[in-house]
């Protein structure tokens, strides 16, 4: 049986890769799809990939009362993904959400109900296994060298400043510099610029008398994220509680997600 699948935000930027990945999945169906200014256009139409047969809706409630849904991808804005989240978590359906700007006591409220519902959520501030392993090496680095700022550079149409990539590899490397140092490390300073030209890309420097060292990512395409949400969208269903990617990409041979 394939996953049945609704995209939240099937005409945003990253939506439509999304929704172009689901589509040729073999294991996974198109039952739905999400958004406001788009509600009533094609969804494959606006993906590049001709006419599905998948119309944008505008309210949540609605779709999962037409569709039959396993999993909800959110690549929509803070409030919105709220929204969907709750509905979703309370009709049984498992979440795979990667809009940014959700606040931490607000994901604390999710996994809460996500554990009484019984139901699964991944949520993770980027799929690009590459951010993944950038935030990693930055938590082995940070207790050798304790003095770092992240810079982070995205397109100019995005919202949300700091992107949430570097809130959480902030929030990592205060962990990891805690581990070693005990006490409450000094907060890591982040730097956002928006600029044309740009997808998203993001340093982290390390700096120590006489030597510095840089951790960079570079997403160019948005086809990056897409490896990490379709393996999010077949793992979740046997989650409870919200998960981060990590717990999930770090356990699978590597090479699983280059494709
Ligand atoms: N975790 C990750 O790996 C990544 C996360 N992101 C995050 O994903 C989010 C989306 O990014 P991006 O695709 O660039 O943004 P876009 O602005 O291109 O797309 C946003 C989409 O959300 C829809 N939307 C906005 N508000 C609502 C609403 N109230 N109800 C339903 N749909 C809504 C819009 O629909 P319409 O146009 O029809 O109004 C649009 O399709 C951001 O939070 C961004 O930070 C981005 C890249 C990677
Ligand atoms: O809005 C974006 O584009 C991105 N958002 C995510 C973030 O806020 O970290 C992930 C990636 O940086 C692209």
Redesign the pocket.
């Known amino acids: 049986m394939p996953v049945k699948v609704a995209v ?8 439509r890769e999304v929704v172009a990945a689901v589509v040729q999945h073999p294991d996974m169906q198109l039952v739905g799809a ?6 009533g256009r094609d969804a494959g139409e606006l993906a590049g990939i001709g006419q599905v047969g998948v119309l ?1 809706e ?1 309210d949540v409630r609605r779709l999962l009362e037409r569709a039959s849904v396993d999993v909800l991808v959110d ?7 709220l ?2 989240a709750f509905t979703c978590i309370d009709a049984g359906i498992h979440l795979v959400v ?4 959700i606040s931490r006591s607000e994901l604390e409220d999710l996994d809460a109900r996500c554990r009484q519902r019984g139901v699964g959520a991944v949520v ?5 296994i590459g ?1 993944l392993l950038m935030m990693r090496l930055a938590t082995l680095v940070a207790p050798y060298m304790p003095r770092c700022e992240i810079v982070e550079m995205h ?1 100019e ?4 400043a700091p ?2 990539t570097a809130l959480r590899t902030a929030a990592l490397i205060a962990e990891a510099r805690g581990r070693a140092e005990g006490g409450a490390p000094d907060p890591v300073p982040i730097h956002s610029v928006r600029l044309p030209g740009l997808v ?1 890309h993001q340093e982290v420097i390390f700096g120590l008398e006489g030597q510095t060292l840089t951790i960079r990512h570079d ?1 160019t395409s ?1 086809r990056s ?1 897409v490896p ?1 949400v379709l393996l999010a969208v077949q793992r979740v269903g046997a989650l409870r509680g919200v998960h981060s990617l990590e717990e999930i990409l770090f356990e699978q041979p590597p090479g699983a997600l280059r494709h």
Request: hydrophobic share 35%; charged share 20%; glycine share 18%.
């Open positions: 939240a935000g099937a005409s945003g930027k990253v939506g999400l958004g406001r200014r788009s509600a944008i505008r690549f929509t804005e803070a409030q919105a993904a929204e969907h990667g809009t940014t700007g993770s501030p980027n799929f690009a951010a397109h149409t995005k919202l949300d992107s949430g998203a997403s948005r994220f990490g």
